[in-house]
């Protein structure tokens, strides 16, 4: 907004903004933690908006933020000097309060931005209403419409649209779909199959991926998310239970097309690791152009909002992936907080950040414990078995859960090549199954799906069949007790 000259002094508090940012070089974590109470045009000095964009652009890109990686980045941009200079960017420190302090004066900060608008919308209002040709009622409904709009802004609810408007936005978005297919955000992993099934994720869109432990949701996660990123879309990976070296390994083994369990286990290695190194080298070559970020520390809920707002303000953002939500949702709770409820606040929020952000949100979770039938296979999931409230499959766009049959079966190598993804739930698209492989070498699922023997029972369903046919013949005697 420009700022218009008005003789009175504008709302300001540059104590408080002057603590975010030397708060924000005292304590990296506080410069993603800012973001989730303030922005860029919050603050009423021009060079403190520059050294704010800056701390989160270094933050964006995994960089510390100090004095001087911050004048550096600034110099480089040619905004050292309109950001006050080296000197004065030193000097913010003097003084700094602690970093606890930071969401009160963020407040302060928001709330001088928030009545500076007002002032200059009145200043608007009262030159249109002096010089303007507009009728009263024309003049009062403008104003009127921008002051709800402010107050949309401070996070109440959203202003109603009429269905003329709804349906006007729809028509643009099928008609621009239409004639500029590339132009709609879809997500794929890759796997005709399973794109095929799904028609991909797009904006807005909350998805969840569901399934056991070791049947593959990080893995499929991983495959969307490669897949998206050589699409030309820009992603967000908060992984707290893999390592960020962890999820770049079974990347390099792919591009390099070595198996995954070599790398793990050097001592396999005979005569071709120099082969080896060599392929590793190339594919690390290629990977490292990918724009994927990632965070694998300190991965709590009040992260994935804030350093979700930063990056899209920074860089651009189009999809986040949470690696999985008990394990975030637990991070943050106390010992008298309600993890279902914890669980519903996370969807919520999720499905906010979505639509507030216009990204495509993909978060993975685990069933509970399931029944017999369904653990081995003889029943398909449902999706009342997902862990936690019924808010995570009822706020989803869409719900899908993968299934190894290796792990059905008692890890029988018969089966260590058989995968189904299930699709419980789509919004205004299909449910159903699909039958899809797995590749033990290179860890990957593929879309040639395997079936060893069809209606053959394996050799772990053998043994239970005779098992139970056993007792059937031989049941237990019966102990009578006396009285």
């Known amino acids: 907004m420009s700022q218009t000259h008005i003789e009175a002094p504008l709302p300001q508090n540059l104590d408080a903004e002057r603590a975010i940012l030397g708060a924000g070089l005292l304590d990296n974590k506080a410069v993603w933690e800012a973001a ?3 922005n860029r045009e919050d603050f009423f000095l021009e060079q403190h908006r ?6 989160q652009a270094l933050v964006a890109e995994g960089r510390p933020v100090d004095l001087v990686t911050l004048t550096d980045a600034l110099q480089k941009a ?20 602690k970093v606890t302090n930071l969401p009160h004066h963020a407040r302060i900060v928001r709330e001088a931005a928030r009545r500076r608008q007002v002032v200059h919308l009145c200043h608007k209002l009262h030159e249109a209403a002096m010089q303007s040709e507009e009728g009263a009622t024309e003049l009062v409904q403008t104003g009127a419409s921008e002051f709800l709009s402010l107050l949309s802004q401070d996070g109440a609810a959203a202003m109603p649209s009429t269905w003329s408007e709804s349906v006007t936005s729809a028509m643009n978005q099928v008609i621009e779909g239409l004639r500029f297919q590339g132009s709609v955000m879809r997500i794929f992993c890759g796997l005709p199959k399973i794109d095929e099934m799904t028609a991909g994720f797009r904006r807005k869109d909350v998805v969840l991926v569901v399934g056991q432990t070791s049947h593959g949701k990080s893995l499929l996660a991983g495959q969307y998310a490669v897949t998206a990123d050589d699409a030309g879309y820009k992603g967000l990976i908060f992984s707290a239970e893999m390592s960020k070296e962890a999820l770049a390994t079974r990347e390099l083994a792919h591009a390099a097309s070595v198996p995954l369990y070599l790398l793990r286990r050097p001592e396999l290695i005979k005569h071709s690791a120099d082969k080896i190194i060599c392929d590793l080298t190339h594919a690390a070559v290629r990977e490292a152009k990918r724009k994927l970020l990632v965070v694998d520390q300190d991965v709590t809920p009040k992260r994935i909002w804030s350093l979700s707002e ?3 303000r920074v860089s651009g953002l189009d999809f986040v992936i949470v690696d999985y939500d008990q394990l975030v949702i637990r991070a943050s709770l106390t010992g008298r907080d309600d993890e279902f409820k914890a ?32 653990a081995r ?9 997902i862990f936690g409230s019924s808010s995570a499959s009822n706020t989803a766009h869409h719900v899908l859960w993968i299934v190894r049959k ?3 079966t008692g890890m029988d190598k018969e089966f260590e090549r058989v995968a189904k993804l299930y699709v419980l739930k789509a919004r205004n698209d299909k449910t159903g199954s699909v039958d899809i492989g797995f590749d033990p070498d290179s860890v990957l699922f593929t879309n040639e799906s395997y079936d060893p023997e069809p209606n053959v029972p394996s050799r772990a369903e053998k043994k239970r069949l005779e098992s139970d046919d056993n007792r059937s013949k031989n049941p237990p005697a019966r102990v009578s007790v006396s009285s």
Do not use: N, T
Not at 82 to 87: F, I, K, P, S
Not at 343 to 371: E, N
Not at 377 to 385: A, D, F, S, T, V
């Open 36 to 38: 989730s109470h303030v």
């Open 343 to 374: 669980q519903a606040r996370f969807m919520a929020d999720a499905l906010a950040l979505a639509k507030r952000l216009d990204i495509c949100f993909i978060l993975l979770c685990q069933p509970h414990k399931l029944d017999d039938d369904v």
């Open 310 to 312: 930063m990056v899209k």
């Open 50 to 55: 520059l050294i704010f964009s800056a701390s």
């Open 78 to 97: 040619g905004k050292l000097e309109l950001a006050g200079g080296a000197m004065y960017i030193a000097g913010i420190c003097d003084g700094v309060p």
């Open 377 to 385: 296979g003889k029943k398909p999931p449902r999706i009342e078995q």
């Open 406 to 408: 290796f792990f059905q």
